[in-house]
């Protein structure tokens, strides 16, 4: 080995482990890890089993359905709770979930009393609770590494759970074979206790705000604004639907595949899954490399192309060799593909909202691979399996088609640090927490021919109020000074004022510094009010003595 390749070796190895430093972390993966072998032994023994009991192609496909479209209903009420509260008790509670329904299920195959409409309805119960646990575990990931090692821990995540798919596929399939279906449930129930363990051991950092936690409905809404106006990331999730969609073909019909094309048992089914799981092992391994080479939005382009030449090789592939080398060129595409979105949406979100984002995140993704489940499997049924795989892998290059409209792209180091702002100061009057409306405006002298340039930025600084949740904003001009302008906004309560307040990042000032160029004395004139309907007391004068963050660093 030369010196240049080993170099290249180490600093590919201090990458990829550096996350393995931090104990917490280290027991996390392990703990994942064995949980991710019981769920893929659980994933052949459901889907095997419904291939005995109710062997059409859509029902197969339907298990996938069932355990993806939680992610669908629940990821964003569980974003929500792992953004206002303890992280740790939101995955608790989600794992409970899980291992109750898996040992439901066990116990039920154990006694034979599984239906087609039971298996379906426990496996949508284990998806609830991964649903809930996803949000909070992946926002979980920047209170046991730093940031810049975020990247690697979430791929070192993607590496465990594939390298558990690798083999446990081909175990669960040995499993099903020699003890049914039963065991493989009962295997996957015992592998929630380490994490079970891991996690009462575990005391997630503080938040250190003084404000109560967001109401749910309120901290819902708050996440999908920040999206709504956050063209970044918006890309990012309407690139990982076109993603998501017709590779879903792939483990959806995976049994359909083995079984039919193959005329194998579910030991060949474990075998194309456990290829699959090699593959996207291989990802997850050559992800740090890849991503020093290529920028995100050039990676997801090429795994697009990638995908679908490795599906279309599915459909027509007359050799089962072939099958799974398609299978495990499919597995590297998905990891590399679904983990790539993972880490740009993370990258790309400020600490406050991590958790809402990622669980949009998950939505888009999972909501398209059970929509791609059920689609192919139709497919499948209406035309045959062989066009049905063709066709998704065709479906695969329309991301190329709007790529350029939708660029995939990742915040800069540190710009998503919280911005320190100084304040004007406690008000004048005593508020409660719930007052409210406050009202803010700002005055800004326009320097005379900036007009133009000034209306860009205010409406650019508007997009980012409104993200960080202010209400109602808009900007007038002075009728009789043209060269004044008015900039107001509100937020419902004097707490969602404070909290408003907290949430601006340092990337938020190149736009506040453009616009200090464009006024006179480089910053507009904020003041702070208090809407007072009809009948309402006036406020008195007793000085509030709270430490109220503010943003008059341009402003209000």
């Not at 040992?103 to 998806?127: D, E, H, N, R, S």
């Not at 080398?325 to 595409?333: D, K």
């Not at 059920?374 to 991301?399: K, Y």
């Not at 803010?440 to 320097?447: D, G, L, N």
Request: net charge positive; with cysteine.
């Amino acid at each position: 080995m030369t010196a240049a390749s080993s170099s290249r070796f180490a600093q590919w190895r201090d990458t990829t482990l550096a996350p393995f430093q931090h104990r917490v972390f280290a027991l996390f993966w392990w703990a994942s890890l064995i949980s991710s072998f019981g769920s893929l032994i659980q994933t052949v023994g459901a889907s095997w089993l419904m291939a005995t009991i109710a062997p059409s192609a859509n029902m197969v496909a339907l298990v996938q359905t069932a355990g993806a479209l939680p992610f669908f209903f629940l990821s964003l009420i569980a974003g929500a709770f792992a953004d206002t509260h303890d992280r740790r008790l939101v995955m608790l509670a989600s794992i409970w979930l899980m291992f109750i329904a898996s040992g439901v299920l066990a116990a039920l195959a154990l006694l034979g009393a599984v239906t087609p409409q039971v298996l379906l309805l426990m496996t949508f119960l284990i998806g609830c609770g991964t649903a809930a646990f996803a949000p909070a575990w992946q926002a979980a990931i920047a209170d046991q590494v730093p940031r810049k090692e975020i990247a690697a821990a979430v791929m070192a995540n993607a590496m465990g759970f594939n390298l558990a798919r690798s083999v446990g596929p081909a175990l669960g399939g040995l499993i099903v074979a020699a003890a049914g279906a039963a065991a493989a449930f009962v295997i996957n129930a015992f592998s929630y206790i380490g994490m079970l363990a891991s996690l009462y051991w575990w005391r997630s950092p503080s938040s250190g705000s003084h404000l109560p936690p967001e109401p749910l409905g309120s901290a819902i809404a708050t996440g999908i604004r920040y999206v709504r106006l956050s063209p970044h990331i918006e890309a990012i999730l309407l690139r990982a639907v076109l993603f998501a969609v017709p590779i879903s073909a792939v483990p959806a019909l995976m049994p359909v595949v083995a079984r039919d094309l193959l005329g194998g048992g579910a030991p060949t089914y474990g075998i194309l899954l456990g290829g699959f799981g090699v593959g996207a092992m291989m990802g997850a391994l050559s992800s740090a490399a890849l991503r020093a080479r290529y920028s995100s939005d050039l990676l997801l382009r090429n795994l697009c192309a990638v995908a679908s030449v490795a599906m279309l090789t599915i459909s027509v592939s007359p050799y089962a060799w072939l099958t799974l080398l398609a299978h495990v060129v499919c597995g590297a595409t998905w990891t590399l593909g679904l983990a790539n979105f993972n880490i740009a949406v993370q990258l790309s979100s400020p600490r406050w909202v991590t958790g809402r984002t990622l669980a949009l995140y998950q939505t888009f993704a999972f909501a398209g691979m059970a929509v791609g489940a059920w689609v192919w499997g139709e497919v499948a049924v209406s035309v045959g399996l062989r066009e049905g795989m063709a066709i998704a892998g065709l479906f695969s290059l329309t991301t190329l088609l709007v790529a350029r409209w939708l660029p995939v792209s990742i915040a800069q180091a540190g710009s998503l640090d919280p911005h320190g702002l100084t304040g004007l100061g406690p008000p004048a009057v005593a508020l409660d927490p719930a007052s409210g409306p406050i009202v803010v405006t700002v005055e800004y002298r326009v320097k005379a021919g900036r007009a133009s340039d000034f209306l860009r930025v205010i409406h650019e600084l508007g997009r980012i109020r409104r993200r960080d949740g202010a209400r109602r904003w808009s900007v007038c001009q002075d009728l009789d000074r043209p060269h004044l302008w008015l900039e107001r906004f509100e937020s419902p309560t004097w707490t969602d004022y404070q909290r408003r307040l907290t949430r601006p990042t340092l990337g938020d000032q190149q736009i506040r510094e453009q616009l200090k160029e464009l006024v006179e004395d480089e910053r507009g004139a904020p003041r702070r009010l208090i809407e007072r309907p009809a009948g309402a007391e006036p406020l008195g004068s007793v000085v509030q003595r709270v430490e109220p963050l503010d943003d008059t660093s341009t402003h209000g």
